[in-house]
């Protein structure tokens, strides 16, 4: 169980488009999502927080207004980047925690190539 | 959030137990203490977590010091497919937001 997708699993889009990923729970309800970027060699970086029906709570430094996070259901939560840049070339890694357990379950992750 | 200091690398062999340390003095009473490895190009996976007793899963085994300023992952008999990078993680309350460091890379030899 706790099993966490993320769609598209790689994505490539030109400069000054924007870009969507989804990230659903398959089998929980998620009660709080997490929104994660990793460039290569490096290690995770939290970029924000979201609760179903509420406001994403951004990381400080992450623009809120390029990276748009929905969490529309218990189930659901989408993270769209909008007018990419190549710099924003990354791998994007979802999370979701199930009630009031401690673990977090990620997802697959995807990997946004921008030219 | 508290920091946690764990070594870049690590070798083992396979089959062998593998001894994963990781330092964190600045904790307080209530944050607890987190595993998560990572495969190449995967999202992490969750390996344990604990607050102040020993915890053991089928995965790994957690031991914490008495005094909680650090604390030992354990894997019992290393295999192939537990080469990874190791994160040792402080998370203030249940369910809130996970800070990453650096982790320690571990290498297993055939």
């Known amino acids: 169980g706790a099993v966490v997708s993320q769609h598209p699993s790689w994505v490539i889009c030109k400069s000054g488009t924007s870009v969507k990923i989804e990230c659903r729970s398959l089998?929980?309800?998620?009660?709080?999502m997490f929104w994660y970027r990793q460039f290569p060699k490096q290690s995770l970086m939290l970029m924000a927080t979201?609760?179903?029906?509420?406001?994403?709570?951004?990381e400080q430094g992450v623009e809120k207004d390029k990276f748009l996070i929905n969490h529309a259901s218990l189930t659901l939560s989408t993270l769209t980047v909008t007018s990419a840049h190549p710099e924003d070339s990354s791998f994007y890694i979802c999370?979701?925690?199930?009630?009031?357990?401690?673990?977090?379950?990620f997802g697959p992750g995807t990997r946004l190539t921008v030219t | 959030d508290a920091k946690t200091t764990q070594p870049n690398s690590m070798e083992s062999n396979e089959e062998e137990p593998v001894h994963l340390p990781c330092n964190h003095s600045?904790?307080?009473?209530?944050?607890?203490i987190h595993w998560y490895r990572q495969l190449p190009s995967q999202g992490p996976e969750y390996v344990i977590h604990?607050?102040?007793s020993n915890v053991n899963n089928r995965m790994a085994s957690l031991a914490i010091a008495e005094d909680r300023k650090s604390s030992t992952l354990i894997l019992h008999r290393a295999t192939l497919r537990d080469a990874a990078v190791y994160y040792c993680?402080?998370?203030?309350?249940?369910?809130?937001?996970?800070?990453f460091g650096e982790g320690t890379q571990l290498t297993v030899n055939p």
């Open positions: 999370s979701a925690t199930a009630g009031t357990a401690d673990e977090q379950y």
């Open positions: 600045t904790i307080s009473g209530t944050d607890y």
């Open positions: 089998d929980f309800q998620a009660t709080t």
């Open positions: 993680i402080l998370q203030e309350t249940s369910g809130s937001r996970l800070t």
């Open positions: 979201s609760n179903e029906g509420s406001k994403a709570t951004y």
């Open positions: 604990g607050l102040t």
